[in-house]
């Protein structure tokens, strides 16, 4: 048997949707490549987040060292040509809240936890005697001043509103699976990993929230559910799931009518 491919966050997420859109994804030659820049056309609007993410990154870059104060992000000039609507709104808004954070941080002699422990943090993992691995890229990971990790994600989509009980349980699946990662893989072994936070520049919203035990117990019983039936080889093992999302599944031609696409 072919060595069996790590599962990405996505392939993860993909497979509590549909068992056999997982099983389609998982054997295409593309696995790879879907939901990486090489899939999304320039005018997608999730080009509009990769470029989010990176001006982001670029700017604690430049913070180190910097003088921030109260009006700091208003004498600062927006160096990582972000000029088009909505991307300068998105992140003229997020500089103002990060450096509210770094304000709070302050006042408590903290500043120093400002900066980011990692950005477009790449993490893979596989247990000895496991059947498969786990690999996830995390869009950030802070120190709280209790010496524990926050988890925190960049979400620029108006459906990531974490005041909506399916998008909350969609996080909390997609940060159970991060956690899982970095537990066991040990990236951060003298911290507990405690909490996640989203950011959306689209809606001006920060959410946090405690990692629960239960999100991490469900990663723990899919992947094992996920490892044996990757194992056996056999389409019959992944169910469909027949809903609204099949029309937007690139699959849905083989999966419903038997036309082989791959």
């Known amino acids: ?141 802070d120190v709280l001043e209790d010496n524990t990790i926050q988890i925190v994600e960049y979400k620029a989509g108006k459906s990531y509103d974490m005041t909506n009980k399916y998008a909350l349980s969609n996080m909390n699946q997609e940060i159970g699976f991060y956690a899982v990662l970095l537990r066991d893989s040990k990236a951060f072994p003298d911290r507990e990993i405690k909490t996640w936070k989203v950011i959306n520049p689209k809606l001006g919203k920060v959410w946090v929230n405690r990692i629960s035990p239960i999100s991490t117990r469900a990663v723990e019983r899919t992947m094992s559910e996920i490892a044996d039936k990757v194992s056996n080889g056999s389409t019959k093992d992944f169910d469909k799931n027949i809903s609204v999302l099949c029309n937007w599944c690139p699959y849905v031609e083989e999966c419903l009518y038997g036309d082989s696409i791959l």
């Not at 927006?78 to 809240?97: C, G, I, R």
Request: charged letters at 30%; proline letters at 6%; aromatic letters at 16%.
């Open 1 to 141: 048997m072919a060595e069996l491919k790590d599962i990405r966050k996505s392939a993860f997420i993909t497979y509590r949707q549909c068992n056999r859109r997982f099983d389609y994804l998982y054997k295409d030659p593309h696995y790879w490549d879907y939901g990486t820049d090489k899939t999304l056309p320039p005018d997608d609007p999730r080009q509009l987040g990769n470029e989010f993410h990176d001006a982001c990154d670029k700017w604690y870059d430049k913070m180190r060292g910097a003088t921030i104060t109260k009006n700091f992000t208003r004498t600062f000039n927006n160096p990582f040509n972000v000029e088009q609507p909505p991307l300068f709104e998105w992140f003229n808004w997020f500089m103002e809240t990060e450096t509210q954070r770094w304000i709070d941080l302050e006042e408590h002699g903290k500043s120093g936890l400002w900066y980011p422990l990692a950005c477009e943090l790449e993490v893979q993992y596989k247990a000895p005697g496991a059947k498969v691995g786990m690999t996830g890229h995390i869009d950030r990971i």
